[in-house]
């Protein structure tokens, strides 16, 4: 799915909280003020074990490929790296995910 998992890194981005052991994903209702006051400020997404720890992940430091393998050893996972894309385009498309490309050279 990404062009190369190696040189891609991905760094959350919008609000979100913790409740216990999971991330709770904020998006707000609308943009207009005067709706969130009557419907609420935010939709709250709610994230797995498995989705929590892959947000905890995306600092930026990672790349895609290095996330997936962190997360196929934490859960016994067959084909981490598809799963994880899937998830990352996921969050992309919600605007909660940011891609960086790392060029060859740069720390």
């Known amino acids: 799915m990404l062009k ?8 959350r981005k919008g609000k ?24 609420g400020e935010n939709f709250r997404i709610h994230l797995d074990e498995r989705g929590s720890f892959v947000w905890n992940l995306l600092d930026g430091t990672l790349s895609v490929q290095e ?9 016994s996972l067959e084909d981490p790296l598809d799963r994880t894309e899937k998830f990352l385009s996921t969050l992309y498309r919600g605007g909660f995910v940011e891609f960086m490309e790392k060029i060859e050279g740069e720390t």
């Not at 190369?4 to 760094?11: H, N, S, V």
């Not at 996330?67 to 859960?75: D, V, Y």
């Open 67 to 75: 996330i997936a393998r962190k997360l196929g050893e934490k859960f």
């Open 16 to 39: 979100w909280e913790i409740e216990g052991d999971h991330v709770v994903l904020l998006k707000p209702k609308s943009r207009f003020k005067i709706l969130r006051l009557l419907w």
């Open 4 to 11: 190369d998992p190696e040189r891609i890194y991905p760094l």
